[in-house]
């Protein structure tokens, strides 16, 4: 069992008693709602007859369902008015605060609350989204939940839960040109497999991560649901304290040292205990493309798609699948796949740095004609530092949509959609069956440089060859 | 058609039912609910959705769709079962088509935390009991008698000892699988904690 880790301390601080049947009652510190996994959890609390016990500590926008092409209200698409309103009346009815479209503070519920200061080390997170393990990238503890948890956490700002082991991912070296956290985070995910997480909190450390931006941790910490850890952190250090300084939420002046002096102290301990440690050499990592229906079903740019019997037999079944849904053959090479849709944005990629990486790439240059490509902002804030940059204007000219923020086409909730079975060239952080839209439709997850660079070649593409 | 929906209520001690089979590793709960058919406000009527997408590709030949499986209650699995997203949604429309509990490989964490906070007891078996199980329902029905309190699975033909985490088990023998107003019990407690947490005191900017 682990001890004297972040995950240790932040979890034994929130520890709020031992429920009868064995599990952990766990205070949740912040507490993010979007209008998808809430509506059912505001019913069940009128169900009840109960109110929200901390207000103060749920914060919510609107990410899922909004539509990027026009905002204007109301929606064109019924369901999703219902569903934007629906949130409306609720924060109104409890007094929650709510960042709105045209707030300027509206976006992605991951991008939204660290760049307003809400998410701060050794906080416990929680919300109704699996990527709220991107939280852990200030050395939080956050983690996804199911509307009947949101109910739970309106009414009792706690859950029932089962405390995780913890595994340490150890990143040697660094990361060399032209790779990314995209890159690295995919690599790990194939490594371990998507279902060694189960039951773990991943302890990102070493030299490589400890060399990445806040945004770049974010990234990392974001997908660790899809190596199937509910739970993904970084030990705090000051960069994580530089880029809170300042924020709407964040502490100010006398308080800031109050928090200062809190935050350095907390960190894993040289003598902590892990329940597993995996050392790993990030200096090996190449630009990395998924060919399959799983996050986990990763190769390098120059590799070729695995034959079945290069792989393990828990991963034959899987890959059989990937095959035929996919039309891809074992042994193929992915560069030079031919791509019919390029997306950049997501909670997972769709940050202010995500958008500069991209915009190098496609400075002076046009989007292959076969490709429709667009750029969704990950908030209104990231939309704003964008224009103001003028890449908004570079996306523009080389023949990319620039759009409105929202979550859009990673899950496609909206109308940004695959027809058929199109080609996604996608920053987003799933590649299952149907996800961006069409049954039929495939995705293949990648940086948004490699994103950027497929949309000039109208095919998979080796970002290196774009900047050197 | 299917009976009326009820949902499970209190103490959840014995689960009797018809098993259906569904072959395949890391299946996510997109595929179990399309994410458009989270565009809704209330869970009601998911549970026709359950594996829409799939069960267009196979024509009729899914097993949520073959007549045999009509009434069948106990889903079996392979591994990461539910993974990806943690819409409630997927096990919601599972439970609404009339699943009552899953025996699997393994179950992804926030998918398995969902169906307990629903009432839906999840159970692991090693690879080799799943396919054993699987094969089984390839060629006849199988009804599976499941007792909580022994941890238990019998039928005619196979018996198994069922694995689940132990506060599961307790939480669903007690009804307290219903968490919210065991939380509650602890209202002095969460008033006590909220007080001591450190940020507490210097996020007075917070809201």
């Known amino acids: 069992m682990s001890q004297n880790t972040l995950f240790d301390k932040v979890w034994d601080l929130h520890k709020v008693s031992i429920l009868p049947g064995g599990s952990d009652q766990i205070f949740i510190g912040l507490h993010l709602i979007h209008e998808v996994t809430s509506p059912q959890a505001f019913g069940a609390l009128k169900d009840k007859k109960l109110k929200v016990k901390f207000p103060d500590r749920t914060v919510a926008t609107v990410d899922h369902i909004v539509p990027t092409d026009n905002q204007s209200r109301p929606f064109k698409d019924n369901l999703a008015e219902q569903m934007i309103e629906t949130l409306e009346r609720n924060c109104l009815e409890h007094k929650i605060r709510f960042f709105n479209i045209g707030s300027g503070n509206q976006g992605i519920v991951h991008v939204v609350a660290p760049e307003l200061g809400l998410t701060q080390p050794g906080m416990t997170i929680a919300c109704g989204d699996s990527h709220t393990s991107t939280h852990g990238a200030f050395g939080s503890i956050a983690f ?325 | 058609m299917k009976s009326e929906f009820t949902p499970p209520i209190g103490k959840i001690s014995n689960i009797n039912g018809q098993c259906i089979s569904l072959i395949g590793n890391d299946i996510d709960t997109d595929r179990i609910i399309p994410a458009r058919f989270l565009k809704c406000v209330n869970f009601d009527s998911l549970g026709e959705s359950v594996f829409e997408d799939d069960r267009k590709t196979l024509g009729g030949n899914h097993p949520f769709d073959l007549k045999e499986n009509k009434n069948a209650s106990i889903l079996v699995v392979n591994s990461n079962f539910g993974c990806g997203s943690s819409r409630e949604h997927a096990p919601q429309a599972l439970m609404r088509w009339g699943i009552k509990s899953i025996i699997g490989e393994s179950f992804a964490d926030i998918f398995y935390s969902n169906c307990i906070a629903i009432g839906i007891p999840c159970f692991t078996l090693p690879k080799k009991s799943i396919e054993e199980i699987q094969n089984y329902c390839d060629n006849q029905f199988l009804f599976l008698e499941i007792d909580l309190k022994n941890s238990l699975a019998k039928s005619k033909d196979l018996n198994f000892n069922l694995e689940i985490n132990e506060s599961s088990r307790k939480m669903f023998l007690s009804g307290e699988w219903d968490a919210t107003s065991t939380l509650l019990d602890n209202k002095n407690l969460i008033e006590n904690k909220f007080n001591q947490l450190p940020y507490v005191k210097f996020n007075i900017n917070f809201l």
């Open chain 1, 144 to 468: 996804g939940i199911g509307t009947s948890q949101v109910r739970d956490v309106l009414a009792t700002q706690t859950l029932a839960m089962n405390k995780l082991k913890v595994r340490q991912i150890w990143c040697d070296n660094k990361l060399s040109k032209g790779v990314y956290a995209k890159d690295l985070v995919l690599h790990i995910i194939n490594k371990l497999g998507v279902k060694a997480g189960v039951g773990f909190a991943y302890e990102f450390a070493g030299p490589a991560i400890h060399e990445l931006s806040m945004e770049e941790r974010m990234t990392i910490c974001n997908m660790s649901i899809e190596g199937g850890a509910r739970c993904g952190y970084i030990n705090p250090d000051e960069k994580t304290f530089s880029y809170i300084k300042n924020k709407l939420c964040a502490p100010k002046n006398e308080y800031w040292d109050k928090a200062l002096r809190w935050w350095k102290s907390l960190k894993s301990d040289e003598n902590s205990i892990y329940d597993d440690v995996i050392k790993l050499d990030a200096s090996k990592v190449e630009p990395t493309v998924t060919w399959g229906i799983t996050p986990g079903q990763s190769i390098s740019i120059n590799q070729q798609i695995p034959l079945l019997d290069d792989l393990s037999p828990n991963d034959k079944l899987v890959a059989k699948e990937a095959y035929e849904y996919m039309s891809f053959k074992p042994g193929q090479l992915i560069k030079d796949t031919p791509v019919d849709v390029c997306f950049i944005g997501s909670c997972t990629n769709g940050r202010i740095s995500d958008l500069r990486v991209a915009a190098k790439v496609l400075k002076g240059k046009k989007v292959s004609k076969n490709v429709k490509a667009f750029a969704v902002p990950g908030s209104e804030k990231v939309a704003t530092e964008a224009k103001k940059e003028g890449i908004d204007q570079i996306f523009k000219d080389s023949g990319f949509q620039w759009r409105e923020p929202g979550c859009s086409m990673c899950l496609a909730m909206n109308s940004d959609k695959l027809i058929g079975n199109q080609v996604s060239a996608s920053s987003s952080n799933r590649n299952f069956k149907g996800r961006q839209g069409s049954p039929s439709g495939r995705t293949l997850l990648m940086s948004p440089a490699m994103v950027a660079a497929a949309a000039i070649n109208g095919k998979v593409s080796d970002v290196r060859e774009f900047i050197n």
